[in-house]
């Protein structure tokens, strides 16, 4: 077995065997006398980084990034560097804006649930082509609070008719103690309970009034 050794410029000590420099790519012509090793066997070289490397183009060898040649002999380039790779034991930072997706098996906290913006349902009093948009509280009639002036020729409307509410999400029309013409919703009697809204309905005051609720998300 050879005793002799080729001890490259960047202090590694290559196999009398080798060209070039199996640390970093260099050509190497010296030859000096090498060291009793303490086995049979060349010590391994650690196994090579994943960041900062040049990769061959022709042989798909890894070298250092100070590697001008590759071990096949080939010139590397600063292109054969790559921009960022990451090892396999790394966490992968997520891009800017946003947030890293929770571990496996994770409970949804406020941080990582998804946000639900609930929007409120709107009602509209539409008499023709005209609608107005009510509001919880409001009253219809000769003297209500929405939309007076189409109630107060009308003196089969009750100056304070029908009153709207609002419960839990969901609009409500109730008829005032005091209204003597019967009032109707869709047809069914419109008692001081109230009834829900949901669409379109059709609210009769009176023989000769009749208007629509509409209830929009």
Known sequence: MSNLIKRCRCGYENPESESFCLQCGQPILDLEAAHPA????????????????????????????????????????????????SRADEPVAAPPGIAPAPPPGSVPTPTNAPEVTVRESRLYLVVGATQYECHEGDVLGREGTIASQVFNSIKTVSRRHVSISKQNGQWRVAALPGVANKTLLDGHDLSAAGAALAGDHTLRMSSQCEVKLRVLP
Request: glycine content about 6%; hydrophobic content about 25%; aromatic content about 2%.
């Open 38 to 85: 303490p086995s049979a066997q060349p010590a391994r070289l650690p196994p090579p980084l994943a960041r900062g490397q040049k990769k061959c183009p022709h042989c798909g060898t890894l070298n250092e990034a100070y590697a001008m040649l590759c071990t096949c002999g080939r010139p590397l380039e600063a292109k054969d560097l790559p921009t960022e790779t």
